[in-house]
């Protein structure tokens, strides 16, 4: 009986060893910085997630995609969605990788402000 009980624990327990090396594996080593592009100044891309403003730095080996296909430091336009992939331990912060979304809809406030200016 004991003799079981050690088999099933030690099975339980290299089954939770593999299923936490595959979630690492899978993830692939990055941290995704998401939110709304604040600003990119000098390779320096800011962006608004919802704790605070987080920046990463940009190179020329950085990869930027909208819908699949390749896009330039310039479609990073304030306001525009992204997902941002930077190396976990990276001090530096580079940008391995980063994914335009759409544009953040505006809030009700701000739209209540602009439809009032136009009365």
């Not at 009980?5 to 998401?34: D, P």
């Not at 976990?88 to 200016?117: P, V, W």
């Amino acid at each position: 009986m004991k003799r079981h009980m050690k088999q099933a624990r030690n099975i339980i327990v290299t089954s939770l060893l593999l299923a936490s090396f595959a979630l690492v594996y899978a993830h692939g080593g990055f941290e995704h910085v998401q939110g709304t592009v604040v600003k990119v100044d000098n390779d320096v891309l800011t962006v608004k997630t919802t704790k605070t403003n987080v920046t990463v730095k940009l190179n020329a080996k950085t990869e930027i995609t909208r819908d699949g296909h390749r896009a330039q430091a310039a479609d990073l336009k304030e306001g525009v969605r992204v997902v941002v992939d930077v190396a976990e331990g990276d001090k530096d912060r580079l940008a391995h990788s980063i994914k335009i979304g759409a544009a953040a809809k505006a809030s009700t406030a701000t739209a209540a402000h602009d439809h009032d200016g136009h009365k």
